[in-house]
């Protein structure tokens, strides 16, 4: 079985989350021998921003370098480990980079993504981010396969802004989820057939179960990285 390296706390509770749907899909997809059947499995909490950006300022137009310490780790990471994954959609902007530090292969959340939006047969998709598209992941996928997509105005991504640090400063109450909800919302009413969840803090500042147009990308990562070690 091979080892699971994730490049992780970006941020904390996005990857704790991640590591309990991982031991989920491995109990589900492997035969149960107490705790033999687990894929081994290191973990990386990176505890600065990914990019080298100021704080508090709002996304350039242009992408900005990767952070180098988060290459550091990502180098340190795959001494250990026979493949990554990043439970970050956006860190995966620099993959090529990660992967060249690392050594090491990254199972792509972004392809899992992907994958289940051709497997829904969603036609236009809707991206709950706070970043703009100039920075969004999944556009450029999205397009080389043909679908429509549609994205929050400007003022609506400042607000999930705020939502993403709440979560991963452990302060998230209603305010924010009703916040994401009414962005939902919005992408709902602009016929998005699937809407993915583009950032890994906002299912954690939702209750209760997803909607079925809903994409949650952690959970489907956590399904093809056990796939991905037990192959």
């Known amino acids: 079985m091979k080892t699971i390296g994730i490049l992780g706390g970006l941020g904390p509770q996005a990857t704790i989350d991640f ?4 031991h989920r899909a491995a109990q589900q997809l492997t035969p149960q021998q107490g705790n033999m059947t687990y894929p081994p499995l290191v973990s990386w909490f ?9 704080a508090d300022t709002p996304p350039p137009t242009e992408l900005p370098p990767v952070n180098p310490r988060l290459l550091e780790a990502a180098r340190a990471l795959g001494g250990h ?9 956006g860190v995966h902007l620099w993959q090529t980079e990660i992967e060249e530090a690392a050594g090491k292969p990254v199972v792509s959340m972004v392809d899992a993504v992907v994958a289940e939006v051709q497997r829904r047969g969603c ?13 969004g992941v999944y556009p450029p996928h999205l397009e080389a396969l043909g ?8 003022r609506y991504q400042e607000q999930l802004a705020t ?10 109450g209603d305010a924010e989820e009703a916040q994401l909800r009414l962005a939902i919302l919005l992408l709902q ?3 998005a057939d699937g809407i993915i969840l583009a950032c ?4 954690l500042a939702l209750s209760g179960s997803l909607e079925p147009d809903l994409i949650n990308p952690a959970e489907l990562l956590a399904e093809v990285a056990v796939r991905a070690a037990t192959a």
């Open 19 to 22: 590591e309990q749907r991982l």
């Open 46 to 54: 990176f505890r600065e921003p990914p990019v080298l950006i100021a």
């Open 81 to 89: 480990v026979d493949f990554l994954v990043i439970p970050s959609n």
């Open 123 to 135: 036609r236009h998709v809707g991206l709950v981010d706070f970043r703009p598209a100039a920075w």
């Open 147 to 154: 679908l429509s997509w549609v994205e929050l105005p400007s």
């Open 163 to 172: 939502v993403m640090r709440a979560v991963n400063e452990g302060r998230n």
């Open 189 to 191: 009413a602009r016929h």
């Open 200 to 203: 890994t803090e906002f299912p």
